[in-house]
């Protein structure tokens, strides 16, 4: 049986997120770009009034880390800075690190005319993994 509300469409939000892979260089700043486009693939989605939280997890140490996020008409970006990626991962080895993240939206729905919201959509478009490159620069953090 097919799931119908699982199905994407021009006005229903909760399409199967992307599933991202973003690599990090450990101890330096990182940012990753998503794009919100209409059907076209090139004219922005109208992302007015949309919230945005980002969050990493790293099942090692069993700690969340809130990503900063900015956005601007139809696109979002995630950072991560160099604070923070100091703790991910330990040792000399090409990857040392893989961690969990996510994108959460907030959209705000109109449900009585006159632009008034009472209601919104959680929807996740983005899950991925923080995949943290060692670095072995004196000064760098092990």
């Known amino acids: 049986m097919a799931c119908s509300s699982c199905s994407p469409s021009l006005e229903q939000y909760g399409a199967e ?23 076209d693939e090139t004219t922005d989605f109208d992302t007015t009034g949309w919230t ?18 900015e956005a601007t008409t139809g696109s979002v970006t995630i950072t991560v800075d ?9 040792g000399y080895k090409n990857i040392v690190a893989e961690l969990q993240f996510d994108l959460q939206v907030t959209i705000p729905v109109e449900t009585v005319s006159g632009g008034v919201y009472e209601e919104s959509i959680i929807w996740t478009p983005v ?9 072995v620069t004196p000064g760098g953090s092990l």
Do not use: H, M
């Open 82 to 90: 160099s604070c923070i990626t100091e703790r991910w991962g330990n």
């Open 52 to 69: 945005y939280k980002a969050t990493s997890y790293d099942p090692q140490g069993d700690v969340l880390d809130n990503l900063p996020v």
């Open 17 to 39: 997120p992307v599933n991202v892979q973003w690599k990090v260089v450990r101890g330096s700043n990182g940012s990753l770009t998503i794009d919100f486009l209409e059907i």
């Open 127 to 135: 899950i991925g993994t923080i995949c943290v490159l060692g670095n």
